[in-house]
Protein backbone atom coordinates (compact mmCIF):
# COMPACT_ATOMS: atom_id res chain seq x y z
CA UNK A 1 0.00 0.00 0.00
CA UNK A 2 1.30 3.60 -0.49
CA UNK A 3 0.77 5.89 2.42
CA UNK A 4 -0.98 5.70 5.33
CA UNK A 5 -4.86 6.73 5.88
CA UNK A 6 -4.47 10.61 5.79
CA UNK A 7 -2.44 9.85 2.38
CA UNK A 8 -4.90 7.65 0.99
CA UNK A 9 -7.80 10.11 1.81
CA UNK A 10 -6.14 12.99 0.55
CA UNK A 11 -5.41 10.99 -3.13
CA UNK A 12 -9.01 9.61 -2.81
CA UNK A 13 -10.21 13.67 -2.64
CA UNK A 14 -8.05 14.58 -5.44
CA UNK A 15 -9.05 11.54 -7.91
CA UNK A 16 -12.66 11.85 -7.07
CA UNK A 17 -12.04 16.26 -8.19
CA UNK A 18 -10.49 14.91 -11.50
CA UNK A 19 -7.23 14.74 -10.25
CA UNK A 20 -5.13 11.49 -11.38
CA UNK A 21 -1.18 10.55 -9.79
CA UNK A 22 0.98 12.75 -11.81
CA UNK A 23 -1.65 15.50 -11.98
CA UNK A 24 0.01 16.88 -8.17
CA UNK A 25 3.62 15.66 -6.05
CA UNK A 26 2.86 14.34 -2.60
CA UNK A 27 5.51 14.79 -0.75
CA UNK A 28 6.73 13.71 2.85
CA UNK A 29 7.27 16.72 5.13
CA UNK A 30 7.02 14.26 8.27
CA UNK A 31 4.80 14.30 11.32
CA UNK A 32 1.69 16.08 12.12
CA UNK A 33 3.86 19.04 14.10
CA UNK A 34 6.41 19.12 11.14
CA UNK A 35 3.30 19.08 8.72
CA UNK A 36 1.30 21.78 10.65
CA UNK A 37 4.55 24.02 11.07
CA UNK A 38 5.33 23.43 6.89
CA UNK A 39 1.45 24.91 6.39
CA UNK A 40 2.01 27.90 8.46
CA UNK A 41 5.23 28.85 6.84
CA UNK A 42 3.67 28.44 3.56
CA UNK A 43 6.55 25.84 2.26
CA UNK A 44 3.70 23.92 1.70
CA UNK A 45 0.38 24.09 -0.39
CA UNK A 46 -1.93 21.81 1.84
CA UNK A 47 -1.30 18.68 4.14
CA UNK A 48 -3.41 15.32 5.35
CA UNK A 49 -3.91 15.57 8.65
CA UNK A 50 -5.87 13.18 10.82
CA UNK A 51 -8.06 14.32 13.60
CA UNK A 52 -7.70 14.37 16.27
CA UNK A 53 -4.09 14.50 16.89
CA UNK A 54 -3.93 17.09 14.39
CA UNK A 55 -1.87 20.28 16.90
CA UNK A 56 -3.47 23.42 14.94
CA UNK A 57 -6.69 21.66 15.67
CA UNK A 58 -6.74 21.77 19.59
CA UNK A 59 -8.87 24.01 21.04
CA UNK A 60 -6.63 26.85 22.35
CA UNK A 61 -5.53 27.38 18.85
CA UNK A 62 -8.79 28.05 17.33
CA UNK A 63 -8.65 31.01 16.17
CA UNK A 64 -5.08 30.62 14.74
CA UNK A 65 -6.21 27.35 12.87
CA UNK A 66 -9.71 29.70 11.77
CA UNK A 67 -7.91 31.91 10.34
CA UNK A 68 -5.36 29.78 8.56
CA UNK A 69 -8.17 27.67 7.27
CA UNK A 70 -10.01 31.36 5.94
CA UNK A 71 -6.55 32.49 4.37
CA UNK A 72 -5.84 28.53 2.59
CA UNK A 73 -9.33 28.01 1.69
CA UNK A 74 -9.52 32.03 0.38
CA UNK A 75 -12.74 32.64 2.20
CA UNK A 76 -14.16 35.10 4.79
CA UNK A 77 -13.40 33.71 8.16
CA UNK A 78 -16.89 33.17 9.30
CA UNK A 79 -16.71 30.25 6.79
CA UNK A 80 -14.14 28.80 8.02
CA UNK A 81 -15.43 29.22 11.35
CA UNK A 82 -18.60 27.25 10.67
CA UNK A 83 -16.43 24.16 9.26
CA UNK A 84 -14.50 24.05 11.85
CA UNK A 85 -17.52 24.66 14.69
CA UNK A 86 -19.22 21.51 12.35
CA UNK A 87 -16.39 19.25 11.64
CA UNK A 88 -14.00 19.12 14.87
CA UNK A 89 -16.76 20.87 17.80
CA UNK A 90 -20.11 19.44 17.25
CA UNK A 91 -18.83 15.75 15.53
CA UNK A 92 -16.25 15.31 18.03
CA UNK A 93 -13.76 13.84 15.31
CA UNK A 94 -12.18 11.44 18.19
CA UNK A 95 -13.21 7.82 18.36
CA UNK A 96 -14.56 6.72 21.15
CA UNK A 97 -14.22 2.65 20.43
CA UNK A 98 -10.86 2.08 19.94
CA UNK A 99 -11.00 -1.73 18.47
CA UNK A 100 -9.92 -2.12 14.94
CA UNK A 101 -12.70 -2.67 13.06
CA UNK A 102 -12.44 -5.02 9.91
CA UNK A 103 -15.50 -3.60 7.80
CA UNK A 104 -13.83 -0.75 7.72
CA UNK A 105 -10.35 -2.14 7.16
CA UNK A 106 -11.57 -3.57 3.99
CA UNK A 107 -13.66 -0.05 3.42
CA UNK A 108 -10.33 1.47 3.09
CA UNK A 109 -8.91 -1.67 1.27
CA UNK A 110 -11.60 -0.81 -1.53
CA UNK A 111 -10.41 2.80 -1.61
CA UNK A 112 -6.43 1.70 -1.97
CA UNK A 113 -8.08 -0.26 -4.69
CA UNK A 114 -9.83 2.50 -5.96
CA UNK A 115 -6.76 4.89 -6.28
CA UNK A 116 -4.20 2.39 -7.87
CA UNK A 117 -2.72 0.71 -5.13
CA UNK A 118 -1.57 -2.97 -5.56
CA UNK A 119 -1.03 -6.23 -3.17
CA UNK A 120 -4.02 -4.59 -0.60
CA UNK A 121 -4.41 -7.52 1.40
CA UNK A 122 -8.15 -8.84 1.25
CA UNK A 123 -8.21 -10.80 4.88
CA UNK A 124 -7.83 -8.63 7.02
CA UNK A 125 -8.92 -11.05 10.38
CA UNK A 126 -5.52 -12.57 10.54
CA UNK A 127 -4.17 -8.86 11.10
CA UNK A 128 -6.49 -8.00 13.62
CA UNK A 129 -5.53 -7.86 16.87
CA UNK A 130 -7.57 -6.29 19.65
CA UNK A 131 -6.49 -7.67 23.13
CA UNK A 132 -4.36 -4.63 24.35
CA UNK A 133 -7.45 -2.57 23.76
CA UNK A 134 -10.14 -5.02 25.00
CA UNK A 135 -8.01 -5.60 28.12
CA UNK A 136 -7.44 -1.85 28.56
CA UNK A 137 -11.35 -1.03 28.55
CA UNK A 138 -11.88 -3.90 31.12
CA UNK A 139 -9.93 -1.77 33.32
Do not use: C
Not at 122 to 132: P, Q
Amino acid sequence: MRGGADTTALRLLLNENGLKDGDYNIIQVGALAERTAALKAGTILGTAQIEPQASALKPQNRDETVAMMAKTMNVDAKFSANAYERHFVKSKTAPLDLRVDAELMALNADLQRKIGAENVPTDFAKYIDNSVVEKAMAG
